[in-house]
């Protein structure tokens, strides 16, 4: 079965950092797809970045230049470094795993079959 755990939220203000993780257990091999979205409140769902066992890494527009991801095999953990932190970028922080590709992982339907993780809070203030 596979579990998802999100870590490293917490409350920044505006221009700082934060480095979030996401530890997961039962989803291994050399072959994987994950992903990081949010949700703020009164907002829809947005696909953040993933990045897949091919190199490929993949953002979205609103984070390109400030947030990276990377993933560790070794510790079957994933990543998100966040910096220059904007209000707006306020938001749940979910992990999620599976995807097919990086490239085609971020704009999906509803749960798309994905392993979900429990999420974590991050807040920006100005």
């Known amino acids: 079965q596979v579990h998802l755990v999100e870590s490293g939220g917490g409350s920044v203000q505006a221009g700082g950092s934060l480095r979030l993780s996401c530890a997961a257990s039962?989803?291994?091999?050399?072959?994987?797809?994950m992903s990081w979205f949010r949700q703020a409140p009164g907002n829809e769902r947005e696909g953040v970045a993933a990045?897949?066992?091919?190199?490929?890494?993949n953002y979205a527009d609103s984070v390109k230049g400030r947030f990276t991801v990377s993933h560790d095999n070794a510790k079957n953990t994933l990543y998100l470094q966040m910096g220059s932190l904007k209000p707006e970028d306020t938001a749940m922080y979910f992990c999620?795993?599976?995807?097919?590709?990086?490239?085609?992982?971020?704009?999906?339907?509803?749960?798309?079959?994905?392993?979900w993780g429990q999420g974590t809070q991050v807040t920006v203030s100005s």
């Open positions: 999620a795993a599976d995807c097919t590709t990086a490239d085609q992982a971020l704009n999906i339907i509803g749960d798309a079959n994905y392993y």
């Open positions: 039962g989803y291994t091999g050399l072959t994987y797809c």
């Open positions: 990045i897949d066992s091919d190199g490929t890494t």
